[in-house]
C-alpha cells in the first residue's frame, strides 16, 4: 500500500513558476513509477509526467514538454513536479499517482494509487 499526499499549489500569474510535491508513505516508494496527471473542471484526466523508479528516464505530455520537469528523491519517498512558464490553460487539479508497472505509463488506469490532488490556478 501507497498513500499519496501532494503539496505546492496555489494561485500564480501567468508566466511564473511552481514546484508541486508529492509525499508517499511506505517503503517501497522506489519500486513505483510516478506520475503526474491535472483535471480541469469539465474535462478528462490529462497525464502530465512520469517518471521510472530510477529516475532515468521521463517522459512528459505535449502540453508541458519543455516548460514542466518531473523528478523524485527516493531517499525522502518523494516526487516533484516544477513548473515553469505557467499558462491559464495550465489550471487544474494537478493528481500524483503510483503505478507498480515496470515501464512508464500515461494512461491514468495503469496507475495504482492516488492522491487527494492540488489546485493550481494560473491568473492570465
Known amino acids: 500500500q501507497v498513500q499519496l499526499e501532494e503539496s505546492g499549489g496555489g494561485l500564480v500569474q501567468a508566466g511564473g513558476s511552481l514546484r508541486l510535491s508529492c509525499a508517499a508513505s511506505g517503503r517501497t516508494f522506489s519500486r513505483y513509477v510516478m506520475g503526474w496527471f491535472r483535471q480541469a473542471p469539465g474535462k478528462e484526466r490529462e497525464f502530465v509526467a512520469a517518471i521510472s523508479w530510477s529516475d532515468s528516464m521521463t517522459y512528459y505530455g505535449d502540453s508541458v514538454t519543455g516548460r514542466f520537469t518531473i523528478s523524485r528523491d527516493n531517499a525522502k519517498n518523494t516526487a516533484y513536479l516544477q513548473m515553469n512558464s505557467l499558462k491559464p490553460e495550465d489550471t487544474a487539479v494537478y493528481y500524483c499517482?503510483?503505478?507498480?508497472?515496470?515501464?512508464?505509463?500515461?494512461?491514468?488506469?495503469?496507475?495504482?494509487?492516488w492522491g487527494q490532488g492540488t489546485q493550481v490556478t494560473v491568473s492570465s
Open positions: 499517482a503510483a503505478s507498480s508497472n515496470l515501464w512508464i505509463e500515461v494512461r491514468p488506469t495503469e496507475y495504482d494509487y
